[in-house]
């Protein structure tokens, strides 16, 4: 394999990285004024129009309904989950909150990838953990107690873990429409949730607007991440694309001014050492 073929799989990751942790930064951000259920429905049906429309027009090959069936299951683990992470994000401290939900996520498909697939070279296994270290010392606490927001969090990476498990099931269809149908899973299950709440009007326009912003970038951060498992191994498109907390800490520091500490900026500089030595050969 070229140096450039064996390159793509993490340039898709790391696209993916910039992609969902500025996402997730502006979804927690507008939940703080709105229902973290009826923002992430706006969020899915952004994310589905735009991702829809691109496959649309590319006369991108559709999908069988194996990969429908899988991708809109994924959609629904990771819906819930992203919801329910956009409630931890607005009522804990962002860069406590996302490193906890990121790294459970992380955890369980990369555990699956290294027993289906079989163990990485000890230089990607190094690279693993040393971007599990950095992610853990990103969520490390400095006043000694459990932040709010953070049992949210781990329940929102239980989601994404299973997003990850369906979207490999989904097989290698046409990343786009792999995607689309993930955020109509998705959209299936919050919408259904607003309803039952009966929370039509618990967000304001500029909400909306964040909302819609967010949805175009979360799905891209899909559609980027299936090209990452597609043209490479599950666990390290998995380990690479966690490291979105990095962006999502760098923005609430810059824009909310959140505490930056130390072990902060010693768990970023490893979760980027981390990246040549999963990425290498």
């Known amino acids: 394999m070229t140096l450039p073929a064996r390159l793509l799989p993490a340039g898709f990751s790391l696209t993916a990285v910039l992609a969902w942790g500025t ?3 502006l979804g927690g951000y507008a939940t703080r004024r709105a229902n973290a259920f009826l923002l992430t429905t706006v969020v899915n049906v952004s994310g589905w129009f735009l991702m829809g429309a691109i496959a649309y027009v590319t006369h991108a090959q559709f999908p069988s309904l194996h990969t429908i069936a899988w ?5 629904a683990s990771g819906g819930t989950g992203l919801a329910i992470f956009y409630r931890a994000l607005a009522s804990g401290r962002m ?3 996302a490193p906890v939900a ?7 498909p990369t555990i699956f990838g290294m027993v289906t697939e079989g163990l990485p070279s000890s230089i990607h296994i190094l690279g693993f953990l040393l971007a599990g270290f950095g992610i853990w010392l ?4 400095e006043a000694g107690h459990t932040p709010e ?3 949210l969090a781990l329940i929102a990476g239980v989601g994404f873990g299973g997003f990850y498990l369906c979207l490999r099931q989904a097989g290698d269809g046409s990343a786009m429409w792999i995607a ?3 955020r109509s899973g998705a959209l299936v299950i919050t919408a259904t949730v607003v309803l039952l709440q009966r929370s039509f009007r618990q967000i304001t326009v500029a909400g909306i607007g964040w909302a819609t912003i967010a949805g175009f970038l979360d799905v891209t951060g899909t559609f980027l991440f299936v090209r990452a498992r597609q043209t490479g191994r599950l666990d390290s498109a998995v380990v690479l694309t966690s490291l979105y907390p990095a962006i999502t800490v760098l923005l609430a520091r810059l824009i909310l001014k959140e505490h930056f500490t130390l072990w902060k900026a010693v768990g970023m ?3 980027l050492l981390a990246i040549p030595l999963i990425a290498g050969k």
Request: proline fraction near 0%.
């Open 23 to 25: 996402s997730d930064f």
């Open 71 to 75: 991708a809109m299951a994924g959609g």
């Open 95 to 97: 860069g406590l909150t």
């Open 102 to 108: 990121a790294l459970i996520g992380a955890g369980i």
């Open 138 to 141: 990103i969520s490390r606490s």
């Open 149 to 151: 927001g953070i049992s």
């Open 180 to 182: 689309t149908f993930s």
């Open 269 to 271: 500089f490893a979760a």
